[in-house]
């Protein structure tokens, strides 16, 4: 069974930078898509930042390229979002998403594409 552990939301001042974890337990494949989608109260869903664990590539939305940058530890299973100079429209409920599929260049920004999802670390931004 996978399991997706997001954890390293916060609060912080416009400017400021945090850094989410996600550790996934239970895939038997080290080519997978994982990443982040977020969402405020209000809004839909919305993809932020995507990985390929079998290549590497990497899906931005337009509004954090620049400022956050995905990673991972093949070794740990492991995916990390470092969020820089963050800005209060980044305040949002954060989700670690799976799927044990390549990332496609067409599909990787829709949630229903995703199998597994975190729980959610919540991520707050003051002006």
């Known amino acids: 069974q996978v399991q997706l552990m997001d954890s390293g939301g916060g609060s912080v001042q416009a400017g400021g930078s945090l850094r989410l974890s996600c550790a996934a337990s239970?895939?038997?494949?080290?080519?997978?898509?994982l990443g982040w989608f977020r969402q405020a109260p209000g809004k839909e869903r919305e993809a932020v930042a995507i990985?390929?664990?079998?290549?590497?590539?990497?899906y931005y939305v337009d509004s954090v390229k620049g400022r956050f940058t995905i990673s991972q530890n093949r070794y740990k299973n492991a995916v990390y979002l470092q969020m820089d100079a963050l800005k209060p429209e980044d305040s949002a409920m954060y989700y670690c998403?799976?799927?044990?599929?390549?990332?496609?260049?067409?599909?990787?920004?829709?949630?229903?594409?995703?199998?597994?999802w975190g729980q959610g670390t919540q991520v707050t931004v003051s002006s």
């Open positions: 998403v799976a799927t044990t599929k390549a990332c496609g260049d067409s599909w990787w920004h829709l949630a229903d594409r995703y199998n597994y």
């Open positions: 239970g895939l038997t494949d080290s080519r997978n898509c």
């Open positions: 990985i390929y664990t079998g290549g590497g590539n990497t």
